[in-house]
């Protein structure tokens, strides 16, 4: 069984190698354009020649325009022809922005330069999330999590490229001058986007400007220029650019890909190539008018509505302890060193980045509920664990090592578990994404507002509650997904010849995946199957 379950995603990885390789490459990119404002920000403040408070408006421009490119990215991912366009001219325009950001000398030219780079990372992150979960289905938690970890990766990188070229000390000299010190305290205060409680901070404005920090984003825009490459590449070898092709085919008609993968095997021959559906491109509006039509449940909306809520909350965690750790670590009662709690935003990413890989090889062993149901107890046992002991230095390293890494593989087993439930014929893809897209947006201000009025001491608490939340919609998403799968059994339409198909991309029929799940029954009995 274990051979035949290897076997088979195996099977799908060859036939899909490049494509998957391709979206991997592409989070990449997302990650490399995620993090590189946190570090730089005090020497674009220099560059723009603006006020901390004024600069620190670029964050809000990068996320509101992420939020709202995740909302439209499911409007690309229709035909094979758009997709992956969107995924090059998107990930094209982040090497563009890397590029001309050293010659916004205004505040208005650079918060327009990151707009146009949050718009691209929004259609990047739903058109790759629904890609993957196409392409493999009931298999597509193990490529998810492989997926995430390269947004990890890229955010690593792209501080590593910029340390060695930021300024030590104030870049536009003046008679006066500011520690280095200051600096760096400034400087690890914004590199968790945190946009809050800078106004008592002074710096100049008006003087010689002195930064090296153009070549750190030069070198950024050529070191992902190679992934717009890789697509065009990719598209070059489905000929997509040749004469007569037809803009509205899709991935691969019909079953080839399932011909391809069990033809080996004489389980499937060519009378089970099935018309494709015609409501399987759905975006995140004709969704709820496909349920209406269809007459589906209220589970189904439900699901739907359920899922993008505990993502909205567990990214949320992600993006606030991100970024009001090091604010919270130099405050009362921690007061830890300034470069001692500058580790801190590390030390999580780390986390996150070794618990999705890490969660590669279990996504083999255990399905995605197993998975976050243990990932919810512990991001919620954690985040007591961080409130019980909020006194102690050495467990709040230890508990930001432990969030990151629970925490890590909630977003693409939701993903993968909620799919999975709707039996891809939903919409679940768009709308956890833009709905995790939302809640960082959201919930940094939220706790950024609290921490000001209250202290630091409620940002654990708000971290808390958060946390309550998410595993409350989580049990309510468990038990409303009965009610949905016992209304969808009833249904003549749910067979496994519909899911041949969809937004795109190259999939397994469901004649085949029942092939499978026949055979890993048998071996499971027959143990010299």
Same mark, same amino acid.
């Given at each position: 069984m274990k051979h035949l379950f290897n076997e088979r995603i195996c099977a799908l990885f060859r036939d899909n190698w490049q494509h998957t390789l391709t979206y991997w490459s592409v989070f990449f990119s997302f990650g490399l354009c995620l993090a590189f404002l946190g570090p730089t920000i005090l020497d674009l403040r220099c560059q723009t020649?603006?006020?901390?408070?004024? @600069?620190? *408006?670029?964050?809000?421009?990068?996320?509101?325009?992420?939020?709202?490119?995740?909302? @439209?990215? %499911?409007?690309? $991912?229709?035909? #094979?022809?758009?997709s992956l366009s969107a995924l090059a001219v998107s990930t094209f325009i982040i090497s563009v922005v890397f590029a001309i950001i050293p010659l916004c000398n205004h505040l208005l030219m650079l918060a327009f330069a990151l707009a146009v780079s949050g718009l691209a990372m929004g259609v990047i992150d739903t058109i790759s999330n629904l890609q993957l979960v196409k392409i493999y289905q009931k298999d597509s938690t193990v490529f998810l999590q492989a997926l995430h970890f390269f947004v990890g990766l890229g955010a690593l990188v792209s501080? =590593?490229? /910029?340390?060695?070229?930021? $300024?030590? !000390?104030?870049?536009?000299? !003046? +008679?006066?001058?500011?520690?280095?010190?200051?600096?760096?305290?400034?400087? +690890?205060?914004l590199a968790g986007r945190h946009v809050h409680n800078v106004s008592d901070v002074h710096l100049h404005t008006d003087g010689e400007v002195v930064t090296n920090v153009s070549y750190a984003f030069w070198i950024m825009a050529l070191t992902n220029l190679p992934v717009p490459i890789a697509i065009l590449i990719l598209m070059y070898r489905e000929r997509v650019f040749a004469c007569g092709w037809n803009p509205s085919r899709r991935l691969l008609d019909g079953d080839m890909l399932a011909m391809k993968t069990w033809g080996t095997t004489g389980q499937l021959d060519d009378s089970s190539q099935q018309k494709e559906d015609p409501t399987s491109h759905i975006d995140i509006f004709s969704c709820c008018l496909l349920g209406n039509k269809n007459g589906l449940p209220l589970s189904f909306f439900g699901i739907h509505i359920l899922g993008g809520l505990v993502l909205f909350f567990s990214d949320g965690i992600v993006g606030s302890y991100t970024g009001f750790v090091y604010t919270y670590a130099v405050a009362p009662p921690m007061n830890l060193p300034h470069k001692t709690a500058g580790y801190l935003t590390s030390v999580f990413w780390a986390a996150i980045t070794l618990g999705r890989l890490s969660a590669i090889p279990l996504s083999y062993r255990c399905k995605p509920f197993r998975l976050l149901t243990v990932s919810q107890v512990g991001v919620i046992v954690t985040l007591l664990l961080l409130l019980v002991m909020s006194n102690s230095t050495v467990f709040l390293f230890i508990? !930001?090592?432990?969030?990151?890494?629970?925490?890590?593989?909630?977003?693409p087993c939701m993903l993968a578990f909620t799919e999975d439930i709707l039996e891809y014929k939903g919409c679940a893809t768009t709308v956890l994404v833009t709905s995790a897209g939302m809640g960082e947006m959201l919930l940094q201000v939220i706790v950024g507002s609290v921490m000001h009025n209250r202290?630091? #001491?409620?940002?654990?608490?708000? %971290?808390? @509650?958060?946390?309550?939340?998410?595993?409350?919609?989580?049990? *309510?998403? &468990?038990?409303?997904? #009965? +009610? &949905?799968?016992?209304?969808?059994?009833? =249904?003549? $339409?749910?067979?496994?010849?519909?899911? =041949?198909?969809? +937004?795109?991309?190259?999939?397994?029929?469901? /004649?085949?995946?029942? $092939?499978?799940?026949?055979?890993?029954?048998? /071996?499971?009995?027959?143990?010299?199957?």
């Open positions: 020649q603006s006020t901390l408070q004024e @600069i620190t *408006l670029v964050f809000f421009s990068q996320q509101f325009f992420l939020f709202i490119g995740s909302t @439209i990215g %499911g409007f690309f $991912s229709k035909t #094979y022809v758009c501080p =590593l490229i /910029a340390d060695p070229f930021l $300024s030590e !000390t104030n870049c536009v000299i !003046t +008679n006066s001058s500011i520690s280095t010190t200051s600096i760096r305290h400034l400087r +690890n205060k508990g !930001t090592c432990c969030l990151g890494l629970f925490i890590s593989s909630i977003f202290g630091s #001491y409620s940002f654990l608490l708000s %971290g808390m @509650i958060f946390g309550c939340l998410e595993f409350m919609f989580f049990i *309510l998403l &468990y038990f409303v997904q #009965y +009610n &949905y799968k016992s209304f969808s059994e009833v =249904l003549p $339409s749910n067979s496994p010849k519909e899911s =041949l198909e969809e +937004n795109g991309i190259k999939t397994c029929s469901g /004649a085949v995946l029942n $092939s499978w799940e026949i055979l890993e029954q048998k /071996a499971s009995i027959d143990p010299r199957q």
